[in-house]
């Protein structure tokens, strides 16, 4: 059974870098046809994808928050992680971790963590 | 980007009755739409890929129909452990959008 994590602090500052990693238990992160990805959703709001990430190094990145994101794999750790620079209130959310299954032209989140509030605030 | 609208927002019906949602993108994404089941605290579960077909392990209770901009999402028999928000979701493009949700509750 796939299992994945999320990690981090759950307080940044504005102007600073949040930084979350998904620990993926289960299965190897280089195992596979496979994205990882991040998705965030503000309270009240909807889930909003972030990016994504193959094992291969390739990223997709969601055009209005492309500037800021960096997503990053490490096999060695069979985790995966966000980096969002420069974030304000508006990027107070619950962020998901979730593994991409891509099979044939069908494309699907089929495992996520439970999810890590992450709160902007001074 | 492909905006992705679901109603209702929120519903409440008796176990064992029929619940149906209905998902529409702004523009054609043929078949390339999932449905999600999120309970609060857990993990979002897969439960719809492709517009139609079930996840491994999902109840035949759930099911889904539709292409081009309308789909369906229906639950044929509710059951308590099936209240939660569903979202839908597409491929068709990135970046990847979801519809708001639907809170499913009992009456």
């Known amino acids: 059974q796939v299992q994945l994590q999320e990690s981090g602090p759950g307080l940044v500052k504005p102007s600073q870098t949040l930084s979350l990693t998904c620990t993926v238990s289960?299965?190897?992160?280089?195992?596979?046809?496979?994205?990882w990805s991040w998705i965030r959703q503000p309270a009240g709001k909807g889930l909003e994808w972030i990016g994504r990430m193959y094992t291969s190094g390739s990223t997709d990145y969601n055009p209005s928050l492309k500037s800021r994101v960096t997503i990053s794999v490490d096999t060695s750790t069979n985790q995966f992680s966000l980096r969002l620079a420069s974030v304000t209130a508006a990027d107070t959310a619950v962020y998901y971790c979730?593994?991409?299954?891509?099979?044939?032209?069908?494309?699907?989140?089929?495992?996520w963590g439970q999810g890590i509030l992450v709160t902007v605030s001074s | 980007d492909i905006q992705m609208t679901q109603s209702p927002s929120s519903l409440s019906a008796s176990v064992g009755e029929r619940v149906t949602i209905t998902c529409q993108a702004s523009?054609?994404?043929?078949?390339?739409l999932n449905w999600y089941q999120h309970k609060p605290g857990k993990a979002p579960k897969l439960l719809i890929y492709d517009a139609s077909n079930f996840e491994t392990g999902v109840p035949s209770r759930f099911s889904g129909s539709g292409s081009g901009t309308d789909f369906t999402f229906t639950i044929s028999s509710l059951q308590p452990e099936d209240i939660a928000t569903y979202y839908c979701q597409q491929y068709d493009s990135l970046p990847f959008t979801f519809g708001p949700g639907t809170k499913v509750a009992i009456k």
């Open positions: 979730a593994r991409e299954r891509r099979v044939e032209w069908i494309e699907m989140f089929d495992y």
């Open positions: 523009q054609d994404i043929s078949s390339f």
């Open positions: 289960g299965d190897s992160i280089s195992s596979g046809n496979f994205y």
